[in-house]
């Protein structure tokens, strides 16, 4: 089955710098990437998600790139901001298998001000 | 529109007890997914429902759980008899059948589970 490793599991950064998480999968049959951040107490909610026929994708401060021949994927937040403090998950899936969600471990993000 | 609710929010139970866990879906989603995250580790799919029916139920634990979705509405997961390690916060999640490549899962808060 499929296997999706997050890197790092915690990341640090001062507000307006950019951070990036890096996620690898296993299956290359996988079609579909998405991004959560969950915040305390609430559910994991889709920030960003990107198809395996795009390279990059763009939502204001948040990008998706994907490298299929690599099977890795990654989400870059720019100008980050103190709420942006969050546990980001990716996850990887294809329609094949029901478009299950594999995710990655998770990584806790602190903006620090 | 209202999105994926579920309850409890919490739950404290004893080892042997009984838990069911309920959620609604968005109105209108026929596809319905349980997910399980346990402590400290990654977010893993339990089993999944196209309206009443079980698609792919590969996740689940043991026949300890029992996902029911009567109607093809609200699902409950029941959990009898409960042992320690299923503690953990249980998801539910919900789309849309379409002809695209994927639909996007809806989130609900979770149920925190905490079985002593």
């Known amino acids: 089955g499929e296997n999706v490793e997050q890197h790092p599991s915690t990341l640090s950064v001062q507000e307006g710098d950019s951070a990036v998480i890096k996620c690898t999968y296993s299956?290359?049959?996988?079609?579909?990437f998405p991004w959560y951040k969950q915040e305390l107490g609430k559910g994991p909610q889709l920030i960003i998600d990107?198809?395996?026929?795009?390279g990059e994708k763009k939502d204001q401060r948040i990008a998706v790139t994907l490298n299929k021949t690599a099977k890795h994927f990654s989400l870059h937040i720019t100008e980050t901001q103190p709420e942006d403090s969050a546990v980001y998950f990716c996850?990887?899936?294809?329609?094949?298998?029901?478009?299950?969600?594999?995710f990655g471990g998770g990584t806790r993000v602190l903006v620090k001000p | 529109e209202a999105g994926v609710t579920q309850f409890p929010s919490h739950s404290v139970i004893e080892k042997g007890q009984t838990v069911t866990l309920r959620c609604d879906p968005i109105?209108?989603?026929?596809?319905l997914y349980w997910y399980r995250r346990v402590m400290g580790k990654e977010i893993k799919f339990l089993l999944h429902?196209?309206?009443?029916?079980?698609?792919?139920e590969s996740g689940m634990p043991n026949n300890r759980f029992l996902a029911e979705r009567t109607g093809g509405t609200y699902s409950t997961l029941k959990v009898q008899p409960a042992e320690l390690e299923d503690s953990g916060v249980y998801f539910c999640?919900?789309?849309?059948?379409?002809?695209?490549?994927?639909?996007?899962?809806?989130f609900g808060p979770g149920t925190r589970l905490l079985v002593l």
């Open positions: 999640a919900s789309s849309q059948v379409t002809s695209t490549w994927a639909e996007t899962q809806y």
């Open positions: 299956d290359s049959a996988s079609n579909y």
């Open positions: 990107i198809r395996s026929n795009v």
């Open positions: 996850a990887a899936s294809r329609r094949a298998a029901g478009n299950k969600l594999t």
């Open positions: 109105s209108g989603h026929d596809n």
């Open positions: 429902f196209v309206k009443e029916s079980k698609q792919d």
